[in-house]
């Protein structure tokens, strides 16, 4: 196993293929899925490969992944049909109500309650 895998972590078993996922893109370097448990009527994660624990973990080598990363995210929203209305969130540390020490990007949209017609 790779330094930047974790045998232990739930999105790198599903980069590795251990555990099943609805994906919506796959390249080299990151994969989005959708969440098994949705908080919105579209709500998908975008993980990179690289086991990154969270912002806070991210470094000077990082740089050009996360400029990728953000341009996914709107490559998504399009995809999903949802690029005019969308929330993008990251939850950094278990105080922060982040669950799963893999760096993710949750791109939500139709909240109910919210939502203009
Ligand atoms: P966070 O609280 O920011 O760590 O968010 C973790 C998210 O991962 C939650 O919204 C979970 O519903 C979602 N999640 C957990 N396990 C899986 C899984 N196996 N496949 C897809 N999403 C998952
Ligand atoms: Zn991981």
Known sequence: ???????????C???????????????DRMIAFHDIQPKAKTHV???????IESLADVSK??????????I??????????VEKSFNVVVNNG???????????FHILSGWSGREKV
């Open 1 to 11: 196993m790779s330094q930047s895998k974790r045998a232990d972590c739930i999105f």
């Open 13 to 27: 078993k599903i980069v590795d293929k251990q555990m099943p996922a609805k994906v919506v893109h796959e390249d």
């Open 45 to 51: 994660l975008l993980i990179p490969k690289k086991h």
């Open 61 to 70: 080598e990082d740089v050009e992944l996360m400029g990728e990363l953000m």
């Open 72 to 81: 996914k995210i709107k490559e998504v929203a399009i995809e999903l049909g």
């Open 94 to 104: 278990s105080l922060a109500g982040q669950i799963i020490p893999h760096l993710h």
